[in-house]
């Protein structure tokens, strides 16, 4: 039987699922995740959900290879609309857009006593701003690069932020002293990079002053986050 390897943003998702608990995967597609946890004899049992047929198919495939039929049960669901709070300790919806993902969180406000991880594709600013408008608190954040690629992990629980997010933290995420990742840097720098140059499309076109504040004030926030990651680097 193969060793069931899970490529690095999910391996950090994985390290972060508590021992013991019972896993809902949302969007699963082959239910690997659910299935090295499984395999690895980490967590008690798991949902693996998504709304096709097909990812499901794949999922059970999965669950077969490798004699997980018992402890993996694949459900055909619109987000978390067929799953009920009793069932699960842990939440990951992973591989979607940031607004895809606040969508399925509105549908079941019970998320806010579970632990949530989350992997936004797309969005993340907007995904953040709505998590702390709606009573979550982002315990953390877990920057993670696949090739050229970063993904960024939220690690969220029920709760309320007693200091307001920067538009850079937004973007961003917030860093603190002693993070893990070695990637912050260049992920800062890309961003900054991007940001810069939208700044310079606007001013070749007719862009609201209005909006070249934001985007200015957008960009010089990033850089007080790269500055303040680099003086903790010294």
Same mark, same amino acid.
């Given at each position: 039987?193969?060793?069931?390897?899970?490529?690095?943003?999910?391996?950090?998702?994985?390290?972060?699922?508590?021992?013991?608990?019972?896993?809902?995967?949302?969007?699963?597609?082959?239910?690997? *995740?659910?299935?090295?946890?499984? $395999?690895?004899?980490?967590? /008690?049992?798991?949902?693996?959900?998504?709304?096709?047929?097909?990812? *499901?198919?794949?999922?059970?495939?999965?669950?077969?290879?490798?004699?997980? +039929?018992?402890?993996?049960? *694949? $459900?055909?669901?619109?987000?978390?609309?067929?799953?009920?709070?009793? +069932?699960?300790?842990?939440?990951?919806?992973?591989?979607?857009?940031?607004?895809?993902?606040?969508?399925?969180?509105?549908?079941?406000?019970?998320?806010?006593?579970?632990?949530?991880?989350?992997?936004?594709?797309?969005?993340? /600013?907007?995904?953040?701003?709505?998590?702390?408008?709606?009573?979550?608190?982002?315990?953390?954040?877990?920057?993670?690069?696949?090739?050229?690629?970063?993904?960024?992990? *939220?690690?969220?629980?029920?709760? +309320?932020?007693?200091?307001?997010?920067?538009?850079?933290?937004?973007?961003?995420?917030?860093?603190?002293?002693?993070?893990?990742?070695?990637?912050?840097?260049?992920?800062? +720098?890309?961003?900054?990079?991007?940001?810069?140059?939208?700044?310079?499309?606007?001013?070749?076109?007719?862009?609201?002053?209005?909006?070249?504040?934001?985007?200015?004030?957008?960009?010089?926030?990033?850089? /007080?986050?790269?500055?303040?990651?680099?003086?903790?680097?010294?």
């Amino acid at each position: 039987m193969a060793e069931l390897l899970l490529p690095p943003r999910l391996e950090a998702i994985a390290r972060q699922v508590p021992a013991g608990a019972r896993l809902t995967d949302v969007g699963t597609d082959h239910a690997y *995740l659910p299935a090295a946890l499984l $395999r690895a004899g980490k967590i /008690a049992g798991a949902i693996a959900a998504d709304v096709n047929e097909g990812p *499901l198919q794949r999922g059970r495939e999965t669950a077969r290879a490798y004699g997980l +039929e018992a402890v993996l049960e *694949l $459900r055909l669901t619109d987000g978390l609309q067929g799953i009920g709070p009793e +069932e699960t300790d842990a939440v990951v919806i992973a591989g979607m857009g940031g607004e895809l993902i606040a969508q399925i969180l509105a549908r079941a406000p019970w998320t806010r006593g579970v632990l949530l991880l989350l992997q936004p594709m797309t969005a993340q /600013a907007a995904l953040r701003r709505w998590l702390l408008d709606q009573g979550y608190v982002i315990q953390r954040e877990t920057l993670v690069r696949e090739g050229e690629k970063f993904y960024q992990i *939220l690690t969220v629980r029920g709760g +309320e932020e007693t200091r307001p997010y920067t538009p850079g933290e937004l973007w961003a995420g917030r860093q603190a002293r002693g993070m893990e990742s070695p990637h912050r840097l260049a992920f800062l +720098e890309q961003l900054i990079t991007r940001r810069q140059r939208a700044l310079e499309g606007m001013g070749r076109g007719m862009v609201p002053e209005a909006v070249k504040a934001q985007e200015k004030a957008l960009t010089a926030s990033l850089e /007080a986050l790269r500055e303040e990651w680099n003086t903790w680097q010294q």
